[in-house]
């Protein structure tokens, strides 16, 4: 299994941005697709959005469409989650995660389809 970390969680005002990482262990990390889900007080985990392990493909949640994008690094084993005009309802806490099959030919975009998870960083948007 991947070993990941986030980092970049913390206090931010409405309408600002916020830039998470998360760094996976391994040398295999190029052929996993990456994906963020956040899980917020009192609900469900949901999707967020992931990205394919050729970097060739994104998928979003309807609720973070055109505010937040899903770019990779894999020279430095991370994936980034940027969430721009961040809204009070975006607040949860936010978890990477990796696909529990290297080189899928799809977008993975269910818990189920992950294998890997981090700790969590937490997001918290003031208004």
């Known amino acids: 299994q991947v070993q990941l970390v986030e980092s970049g969680g913390g206090l931010v005002q409405a309408g600002g941005s916020l830039r998470l990482s998360c760094a996976a262990s391994?040398?295999?990390?190029?052929?996993?697709?990456m994906g963020w889900f956040r899980q917020a007080p009192g609900k469900e985990r949901e999707f967020v959005a992931a990205?394919?392990?050729?970097?060739?493909?994104?998928s979003y949640a309807d609720s973070v469409k055109g505010r937040f994008t899903i770019p990779r690094d894999n020279a430095k084993n991370t994936v980034y989650l940027q969430m721009n005009s961040l809204k009070p309802d975006d607040s949860a806490v936010y978890y990477c995660?990796?696909?529990?099959?290297?080189?899928?030919?799809?977008?993975?975009?269910?818990?189920?389809?992950?294998?890997?998870w981090g700790q969590g960083t937490q997001v918290v948007v003031s208004s």
């Open positions: 995660a990796a696909d529990a099959i290297p080189l899928r030919l799809e977008v993975p975009t269910t818990q189920e389809q992950f294998g890997s």
């Open positions: 391994g040398s295999t990390f190029r052929t996993y697709a």
């Open positions: 990205i394919h392990w050729s970097g060739g493909s994104t």
